[in-house]
């Protein structure tokens, strides 16, 4: 059964940025991906981007791309997401999501706790 | 720009059979993508339903998905009052080469 750990909360300055971590362990799949979704408080969940921790491959969605970048160290099966230029809009809580496949269906895929991330002056 | 919709609030009362709708799906790989997930107050989403109408194991079979065309269905039936939270939609979007999820869905247990 694959277990998924976040980082701790964090609270930034605006214009600063933020580095959360997702550790799986017990990995069901050899091939898997990694997706990062966030949830302002009080809001619906917003697909961020993923990450293929064996090949190295990331896809961004566009709202995202010129501030996130994902990187994975395979020795520990942990992935970082970096987000840069924080401003008051990205206070959410993110959560890494463990799937089989890039689409995020066809197998059951595991959640992580959450990390929250507020930025505020 | 990429929607999914999804109704923004439902309700039933207990035993009741309640469906929320989804649409807006436009992956080429059709329902395959779809999952379905509820969401408690403080906690992360739950996966309820994968590949449009696969039940993980531990989920009731009160939970059922269900795809037609574009769009896709959660039914819960013999609702109980453990069942109010949110639940939201999630596809593949070839637009987007990126995930969408729905707006979400408030279900009250009347």
């Known amino acids: 059964q694959v277990q998924v750990v976040q980082s701790g909360a964090e609270v930034e300055k605006p214009g600063a940025s933020v580095r959360v971590s997702c550790k799986t362990s017990g990995n069901t799949f050899t091939d898997y991906w990694i997706h990062w979704v966030r949830q302002a408080p009080g809001q619906g969940l917003e697909w961020m981007a993923m990450?293929?921790?064996?090949?190295?491959?990331?896809t961004y969605s566009q709202k995202f791309q010129d501030r996130v970048v994902m990187t994975a160290d395979t020795s520990t099966n942990t992935v970082y997401i970096h987000l840069s230029g924080l401003r008051s809009e990205d206070t959410a809580f993110y959560y890494c999501?463990?799937?089989?496949?890039?689409?995020?269906?066809?197998?059951?895929?595991?959640w992580g706790p959450g990390t929250l991330v507020t930025v505020s002056s | 720009q990429s929607v999914l919709t999804q109704p923004p609030s439902v309700s039933g009362t207990p035993g009741q059979r309640v469906t929320i709708s989804c649409s807006g799906i436009?992956?080429?790989?059709?329902?395959?993508?779809v999952n379905w997930y509820q969401q408690l107050p403080g906690t992360p989403p739950k996966l309820l339903i994968y590949s449009g109408n696969q039940r993980p194991s531990g989920v009731p079979d009160r939970f059922s998905g269900s795809m037609s065309d574009t769009s896709a269905s959660l039914a819960i039936s013999g609702l109980q009052s453990e069942d109010e939270a949110d639940y939201y939609c999630?596809?593949?979007?070839?637009?987007?080469?990126?995930?969408?999820f729905g707006g979400g869905t408030k279900l009250t247990v009347l």
């Open positions: 999630a596809a593949w979007d070839d637009r987007m080469n990126g995930r969408l």
């Open positions: 999501v463990y799937c089989k496949y890039y689409y995020g269906a066809g197998a059951p895929d595991k």
């Open positions: 990450i293929n921790p064996t090949l190295g491959r990331t």
């Open positions: 436009t992956s080429s790989i059709g329902g395959n993508t």
